[in-house]
Every structure is written in C-alpha cells, then in structure tokens.
C-alpha cells in the first residue's frame, strides 16, 4: 500500500500545478528605468545639457572604452557640455531595442541595469 501512495501523491501535485496558471511577470521598475535611459538620450541628442544633472545618480559612473577608463557624474557631464559646445552640431540615435534587466544581489554587478542599443550618429 506505501508504494501507491508516493505516486497517487505525485500525479496529484503534477496535475494540480499544470492546472495552475501562471502568474504574469510585471516589471515596472524596469519600465521606469528604460524610460529614464530614453529621456537621457533624447535630452542628450536635443543638446539639453542643462537637464542631463537630473537623469544620473550622484554615484554615477560610466567606464569604457578601455576597461580602466571610468568618469564621474561631474566629468561626463563637463565633458558632454565641452562636447556641444566645441565639436558636435549634432547628434542623432537610431534605438533597435532597450532592455530592462536585475542582477540579484549576492551575484556579480548587482542592481537594476538597462540596455540601450542603437546607431549614434554624431556631426
């Protein structure tokens, strides 16, 4: 009689999880996030330097394109503002696709991170 019941128990939970729906995924701070990262680029393609303060953290930090090379906040918008005023007429970007993504803590890079890939045309 044992041996019954381990599978009789089995099928059940089996059939009662595949009758079980599955619970739609919402991610509204990634939402938040791309929106942020879209706002940034469109503020950053219009030439609105003055509003770039308000999209970074004070923690901010962008790195690349050598694996050493990093600014703060302050130095990439110092640079971006010298950038429009002595080099670029313009800047253009052509978005193919922005992903929202989290990294959950105890991994590598933890946090919330956002994708954003496209052509940057800049004159």
Do not use: H
Not at 72 to 80: F, G, H, L, N, R
């Amino acid at each position: 009689m044992k041996k019954l019941v381990i599978p009789t128990v089995l099928v059940a939970l089996i059939g009662l999880a595949a009758c079980t729906k599955p619970v739609p995924v919402v991610d509204t701070v990634g939402d938040q996030n791309k929106l942020v990262v879209q706002n940034y680029i469109a503020a950053l393609v219009k030439g609105d330097t003055s509003s770039l303060d308000s999209f970074l953290a004070d923690s901010f930090k962008s790195y690349g394109p050598a694996v050493k090379d990093s600014v703060t906040k302050q130095e990439d918008i110092a640079q971006t503002k010298k950038n429009w005023r002595e080099e670029w007429s313009s800047v253009s970007f052509d978005r193919a696709a922005t992903i929202a993504f989290t990294i959950p803590v105890g991994e590598k890079y933890p946090g919330d991170w956002v994708s954003d890939w496209g052509q940057v045309t800049v004159n």
